[in-house]
Every structure is written in C-alpha cells, then in structure tokens.
C-alpha cells in the first residue's frame, strides 16, 4: 500500500524560513510532487522531484531522498500570502495521484 | 489559456436527491481526473479518463457514483441518490502528462 505522512499545522514569522517534511511508503516510485492550496482554491503545482538532491525555483526548494522515503518543501522569505495548505503527492499507477492531508502553514507578522 | 473550470461551486441537496458536477479540462488534455476531498481528511482519487475512456475508476466509492466523459471533453459526476457521506470538496484536474492541473473544486453539502 501507499502511505504519506506530513505535519497538520505549521507557523512560522514573515521573512523567516520554513521547512515542511513527507515521508512515504510506496509499492514503486514515479516522483513526488508539492502543490500550494490557498482556502477555497483550486491546488496549483509547485514541484516535481524524481531524483535525488534539492531543486531550487525562487523562494521554493524542494528536496528528495528516495532511500530514505522523505521529502521537504523549503520556503525562504515568507511573506503572508504564503499562508495556505501545502501537499505532498506521489503517483500511483495509472498516474493518479495519493495526497498526504496536507500542512497548514500560518505566516504571522 | 483557460484553466480548469469547474460547476457549480457549490451544490447543497437534500439526502436522496441528484446531482451533476461538471469539469472542463484544459483544452487538449487527454487526462482527466476527479478527486474528492472529505472534512478532515486528505484528497483522494476517484476516477481517472484518458480521453472518453476510463483507465482507473478504483476509487469510486459506489455504484451510486457516475462518471462520464462525452466526446474525451469536458466531463461529469453524477451522484444518484446523494447520502450524507458524499459531502465534500470534489476536485478535477487534467494533464497533458505528469503535471496535474486542478480546477477550483465544487463543495458539496448533503443535508
């Protein structure tokens, strides 16, 4: 079976850095992905990592270590609309994707 | 481009009535799903069309769940007769490929 797990609730300062961990267990591995959900909005791609090592793009980092099961999403400089659900994803067969319950991240001033 | 639309945005019926959720996928995807996200608890697959064909329907939860997709355009979710249980946000997302494109979702409330 397939299991992801990643924090509930996170808060953090505008201008400081959060880091949201996911670890995973699955029958195989096709990549794992993160995507950004603002309340009441449709969730939108940040990243999609397939291979070891940290990949960069603007505030947002995302690392992977497929021996370890485990996953980050770095974010730098938060600013308050960075305020939003934050998911972790991976592919099960046919594509479709197995959602972690997502970690609310609350920027205060 | 257009994205992901989605109708309604929000349904609320009665236990034992019909409703029709509609998806119009980006233009040119020949994937498309449909996840639902209950309270409290993470997305979850539904169903899976690769054009007007169904690849993966394992996450429907019953025979009272419907899905189409006419002509491998837009695509609807039909829910006949609706309980309780099937409150709930239900999302559609289309793909060219790997990276999944979400609409907005239609929130459903069954009273």
């Known amino acids: 079976g397939q299991n992801i797990d990643q924090p509930t609730e996170m808060t953090a300062t505008e201008g400081a850095i959060v880091q949201i961990n996911c670890t995973y267990q699955t029958s195989g591995f096709n990549g794992l992905f993160w995507y950004q959900q603002h309340a009441g909005e449709a969730p939108t791609f940040l990243s999609y990592n397939v291979l070891d090592g940290l990949e960069e793009k603007g505030r947002f980092s995302s690392f992977l270590s497929r021996s370890k099961g485990y996953s980050y999403l770095l974010l730098k400089e938060l600013q308050m609309k960075d305020s939003a659900s934050y998911l972790c994803a991976v592919p099960g067969n046919t594509g479709k994707l197995i959602f972690g319950q997502g970690t609310t991240l609350q920027v205060k001033p | 481009e257009a994205g992901v639309t989605q109708f309604p945005s929000h349904s609320v019926i009665e236990k034992g009535q019909t409703v029709t959720l509609r998806c119009d996928p980006i233009s040119g995807h020949d994937n498309l799903y449909w996840y639902r996200r209950v309270m409290g608890k993470e997305i979850k697959f539904l169903l899976h069309f690769v054009k007007e064909s169904k690849q993966d329907e394992s996450g429907m939860p019953n025979n009272r769940f419907l899905a189409e997709r006419t002509g491998g355009t837009y695509s609807t979710l039909k829910v006949q007769p609706a309980e309780l249980e099937d409150s709930g946000v239900y999302f559609c997302?289309?793909?060219?490929?790997?990276?999944?494109?979400f609409g907005p979702g239609t929130r459903l409330t069954v009273t």
């Open positions: 997302a289309s793909s060219p490929g790997y990276e999944q494109y």
